[in-house]
């Protein structure tokens, strides 16, 4: 659809129009009583989110981000599905193939509460099953209000069981990396991707960052928070439908090599990601269904 042919369809006059973003990619632009937001219909992605009142974005976007097809964006919360890492049969991209390519509308809606709802889908297709030779149907339904819902809908429409991982690859904008912690992850289990050692480790207090950070958390709570003291709040991640969570930032040297990235970024954000990772893989039957869930509230310290 052209950017006419969607706000002609799914326009809510007031608080939600579709633009031309970056990139020449249509965006949906969300002006409401409660918040605004950006979401790019290439790759399914929230890109922006700031409740009103709120001085400071939710969530980090590079500046140098690409924003073209086949490319995933760098920043906001990208989708990683069905697989979350490396391709475990050795032949897809990393992360799986929804984030770098264009989802459809499939609803938008003002709901009685003031908050703005938006639904974005995918089905299977030739070129999905040559690189995942299932069927399927994937939605994302994103409410924007005083805290930013995301949920992930995983439908089987084949004949067969499949296994899935998966995340929101969030980036959360910090004000100062050396003075942010993640704090309900005390005493978990942990895998160390970080230099490729996966040695599994416990946390010991609050999660801090000194160096590259690349965990996969296990047997994690339903509630996480960034205390981000350099910008006085705290975000508190809120899921649903995981057991593991990541907590990723690339430090100096992996900010320096990543060419949509500056290279102090990493002072600037920090990803702690909602997911079925490690372990925690999710099987879906013929039929059934599998929902992904995360809450992102700004709390004021």
């Known amino acids: 659809m052209t950017i006419e042919q969607l706000n002609a369809k799914y326009k809510l006059t007031g608080q939600l129009e579709f633009i031309v973003g970056k990139g020449g990619l249509p965006m949906i632009q969300v002006n409401s009583a409660k918040a605004k937001a950006l ?5 399914g992605q929230v890109l922006s989110y700031q409740p009103v009142g709120e001085p400071e974005d939710v969530m980090f976007l590079s500046e140098k981000a690409y924003y073209q097809d086949g490319k995933a964006i760098k920043g906001g919360a990208p989708i990683c599905w069905p697989w ?18 264009a989802w459809n509308v499939v609803a938008t809606e003002a709901m009685t509460n003031g908050d703005v709802k938006v639904t974005l889908g995918l089905i299977d297709t030739p070129d999905t099953r040559e690189i995942w030779p ?3 149907s994937l939605q994302q339904e994103i409410i924007i209000g005083e805290s930013l819902n995301l949920s992930l809908i995983t439908r089987n429409t084949g004949k067969e069981k499949f296994s899935i991982t998966q995340a929101f690859h969030t980036y ?3 004000g100062d990396i050396a003075r942010t912690k993640v704090l309900g992850l005390e005493n978990c289990e942990y895998i160390d991707k970080a230099g490729g050692s996966n040695a599994q480790k416990q946390q010991s207090g609050a999660v801090t960052i000194e160096s590259e950070v690349d965990r996969i958390y296990l047997d994690v709570g339903n509630t996480l928070t960034i205390a981000d003291s350099a910008l006085n ?3 508190q991640i809120t899921s649903q439908g995981t057991k593991t969570a990541v907590v990723w930032n690339p430090w100096e040297k992996i900010s320096k090599e990543m060419a949509d990235l500056e290279d102090a970024d990493y002072q600037r954000l920090l990803c702690v990601e909602t997911t079925n990772a490690a372990n925690d893989v999710v099987e879906v039957v013929p039929g059934g269904e599998c929902r992904l869930t995360a809450d992102y509230r700004v709390i004021r310290s």
């Open 39 to 43: 979401v790019s219909i290439h790759a």
């Open 172 to 174: 959360f904008k910090v």
């Open 84 to 101: 979350f890492g490396a391709d475990p049969e050795g032949k897809g991209p990393g992360h799986g193939f929804v984030r770098n390519r």
């Open 233 to 235: 709040r705290h975000i």
């Open 134 to 136: 299932q069927s399927f």
